[in-house]
């Protein structure tokens, strides 16, 4: 077997990585810190049915953690760092609309003004599947992706 060992290129500025940057490091190491302490490390049969969740959406949202998403600079979530978080979220499985808010709230404009849980239509044949449509005050976002001049 030969094994081949990538350089850097001193004249090139990028290289490809697949793992998060410090930012997407730190949020899972937050959010995964989160969804640990309020289930106690208990199985999530103990908790998935409860009337309310673990994690109440007023906590999720004074932390910013629906805003984490949200471009603004070099300094902000990229793809990686999202995965890495949405990662450390679905350790606890936590009925809350955390994942399709940041996605929403990344890829809106009109989303990023809600204060509330956000979500998006998925379209399934002649309907649409509309995760956490059921939760009471959420909002459905009509169109992801910024639409210049409107």
């Not at 793809?79 to 606890?92: E, N, Q």
Request: a negative charge.
């Amino acid at each position: 077997m030969t094994i081949v060992e990538q350089k850097q290129n001193p004249k090139s500025r990028y290289a490809m990585t697949t793992l998060p940057n410090e930012y997407g490091v730190i949020g899972a190491e937050g959010i995964g810190d989160l969804v640990k302490r309020a289930t106690s490390h208990a199985p999530i049969a103990t908790y998935v049915e409860e009337s309310e969740p673990p994690i109440s959406w007023a906590a999720i949202a004074e932390a910013g953690w629906d805003l984490a998403g949200i471009v603004e600079d070099d300094t902000c979530a990229s793809t990686r760092d999202l995965v890495a978080i949405a990662k450390a979220w679905g350790y606890g499985s936590i009925p809350q609309p955390l994942l399709p808010s940041l996605l929403a709230k990344r890829l809106s404009a009109a989303a990023r003004e809600v204060d509330g849980p956000v979500t998006f239509a998925l379209p399934l044949g002649d309907g649409a599947l509309v995760p956490f449509g059921a939760l009471d005050g959420i909002v459905v976002a009509s169109a992801l992706g910024d639409i210049e001049g409107k």
